[in-house]
């Protein structure tokens, strides 16, 4: 079949193959401590399940919705306003069908093909692919820890600056587990503005951070609106995943182009979700504290226990990740490493070098065990002799 040219450069997923790992051996009757994909296990609190219960019962809530309920976007405008400080009117937010959707599709309402688009390496692949499938040129800006793994924006080339539209950032950051000072957002806003370029922040993980650190928007940053839009999902804080609802806030414009593009091939998310994301964003947030402590716990136990070990994986600064180097004895092929580690020890994580070429020799952990798992998990490690 003669398909479309972009299908050459999509390649069967990395989740795939390890989840096909996973399933041969728990056939065989295997022991498997699945640290690769980042679905939150924790349940969703009980009064928004309610909520999403009593909507689905009543038939009127299976019609087309349209448009964003105006209790959802009040909902947004109010947790924006009392968690980050960040105030916001009904035109500046709209919803998307999590994260993930609006970062693949929102290149398609902004790039021209062959506008530059800059993106992390490493960084989750949406990023790129979203882009990609616009047509837009990728242009990588490296991550390395001799920076704290924020981009070097006085080393972007000048001429190179002129051609890009776009530029997507991400703290704390999937798949490195690290967080930007605000001093890094202030920097960045103003390189913006100086360089007419767009700025598109992925806030997925501002509710899950570690050792007193705080997770903001970088909305909240004075003139940020100006150049800036954020994509705020429900999956990680609210454990929303499966409901795939998120959103996109900030500038005006972006937003409006967004919404028009989207309007021509969406009929609005299912109400009954929406209803559940009001519960949500109106409810205490109790819950997401707690869930944090206990999201460190998890991290101290695997990156703590690991080291403990002798495989110097640092402690995440935020995120539901942890991300550190392969024991030394096996270079950088962190894809063999990944596949011997699960055959010797059932510990199944995620090579570094699915997320860019600057992820090779690392791997990601995802922190979806409880510690008593995790626990068993380093053991597991250590008695695998896989470090030796």
Same mark, same amino acid.
């Given at each position: 079949?003669?398909?479309?040219?972009?299908?050459?450069?999509?390649?069967?997923?990395?989740?795939?193959?390890?989840? $096909?790992?996973?399933? =041969?051996?728990? /056939?065989?009757?295997?022991?498997?401590?699945?640290?690769?994909?980042?679905?939150?296990?924790?349940?969703?609190?009980?009064?928004?399940?309610?909520?999403?219960? =009593?909507?689905? +019962?009543?038939?009127?809530?299976?019609?087309?919705?349209?448009?964003?309920?105006?209790?959802?976007?009040? +909902?947004?405008?109010?947790?924006? $306003?009392?968690?980050?400080?960040?105030?916001?009117?009904?035109?500046? &937010?709209?919803?998307?069908?999590?994260?993930?959707?609006?970062?693949?599709?929102?290149?398609?309402?902004? !790039?021209?093909?062959?506008?530059? &688009?800059?993106?992390?390496?490493?960084?989750?692949?949406?990023?790129?692919? %979203?882009?990609?499938?616009?047509?837009?040129?990728?242009?990588?800006?490296?991550? @390395?820890?001799?920076?704290?793994?924020?981009?070097?924006?006085?080393?972007?080339?000048?001429?190179?600056?002129?051609?890009?539209?776009?530029?997507?950032?991400?703290?704390?950051?999937?798949?490195?587990?690290?967080?930007?000072?605000?001093?890094?957002?202030?920097?960045?806003?103003?390189?913006?503005?100086?360089?007419?370029? @767009?700025?598109?922040?992925?806030?997925?993980?501002?509710?899950?951070?570690?050792?007193?650190?705080?997770?903001?928007?970088? @909305?909240?940053? =004075?003139?940020?609106?100006?150049? !800036?839009?954020?994509?705020? /999902?429900?999956?990680?804080?609210?454990?929303?995943?499966?409901?795939?609802?998120?959103?996109?806030?900030?500038?005006?414009?972006?937003?409006?182009?967004?919404?028009?593009?989207? /309007? $021509?091939?969406?009929?609005?998310?299912?109400?009954?979700?929406?209803?559940?994301?009001?519960?949500?964003?109106?409810?205490?947030?109790?819950?997401?504290?707690?869930? !944090?402590?206990?999201? $460190?716990?998890?991290?101290?136990?695997?990156?703590?226990?690991?080291?403990? *070990?002798?495989?110097?994986?640092?402690? /995440?600064?935020?995120?539901?990740?942890?991300?550190?180097? *392969?024991?030394?004895?096996? %270079?950088?092929?962190?894809? +063999?490493?990944?596949?011997?580690?699960? =055959?010797?020890?059932?510990?199944? !994580?995620?090579? %570094?070098?699915?997320?860019?070429?600057?992820?090779?020799?690392?791997?990601?952990?995802?922190?979806?065990?409880?510690?008593?798992?995790?626990?068993?998990?380093?053991?597991?490690?250590?008695?695998?002799?896989?470090?030796?």
């Amino acid at each position: 079949m003669n398909v479309a040219d972009r299908m050459k450069n999509v390649e069967e997923g990395i989740f795939q193959t390890l989840n $096909q790992k996973k399933n =041969e051996r728990l /056939s065989q009757g295997k022991q498997v401590y699945n640290l690769s994909v980042g679905t939150p296990d924790f349940q969703p609190a009980q009064h928004i399940m309610d909520a999403v219960v =009593e909507a689905a +019962a009543k038939p009127e809530n299976y019609k087309y919705a349209l448009t964003d309920l105006p209790e959802l976007i009040e +909902a947004v405008i109010g947790r924006y $306003q009392r968690r980050y400080g960040v105030a916001l009117i009904p035109e500046e &937010v709209m919803s998307v069908y999590g994260s993930q959707e609006g970062i693949t599709h929102i290149g398609l309402a902004l !790039c021209n093909p062959g506008d530059g &688009v800059l993106v992390p390496n490493p960084g989750y692949p949406v990023f790129s692919i %979203g882009p990609a499938l616009a047509g837009a040129e990728l242009i990588f800006y490296d991550l @390395l820890p001799e920076n704290q793994f924020l981009p070097d924006l006085e080393s972007l080339d000048a001429a190179l600056l002129q051609r890009v539209k776009l530029m997507i950032v991400s703290y704390p950051m999937n798949p490195i587990g690290k967080t930007a000072p605000k001093s890094f957002y202030e920097k960045l806003i103003c390189w913006a503005k100086k360089n007419q370029i @767009l700025i598109l922040h992925d806030n997925a993980y501002s509710d899950i951070i570690y050792d007193g650190r705080e997770g903001g928007s970088i @909305l909240a940053i =004075e003139g940020a609106k100006e150049v !800036c839009a954020e994509f705020y /999902s429900l999956s990680k804080s609210y454990n929303y995943t499966g409901a795939r609802m998120g959103f996109l806030v900030g500038n005006r414009e972006i937003v409006a182009y967004f919404k028009k593009l989207r /309007s $021509q091939i969406d009929y609005g998310i299912f109400l009954p979700v929406q209803y559940g994301a009001i519960a949500a964003l109106n409810g205490p947030d109790d819950g997401i504290r707690e869930q !944090c402590i206990q999201y $460190q716990a998890r991290r101290d136990a695997l990156c703590g226990g690991l080291r403990s *070990i002798g495989w110097e994986i640092p402690d /995440s600064e935020g995120s539901m990740f942890a991300w550190g180097p *392969i024991p030394e004895k096996f %270079g950088k092929d962190d894809v +063999a490493f990944v596949m011997e580690l699960v =055959e010797k020890s059932g510990v199944l !994580c995620t090579p %570094g070098s699915s997320f860019g070429t600057l992820g090779r020799g690392y791997v990601r952990f995802a922190l979806t065990l409880p510690v008593a798992q995790l626990q068993e998990a380093v053991a597991a490690v250590e008695q695998s002799g896989i470090l030796k």
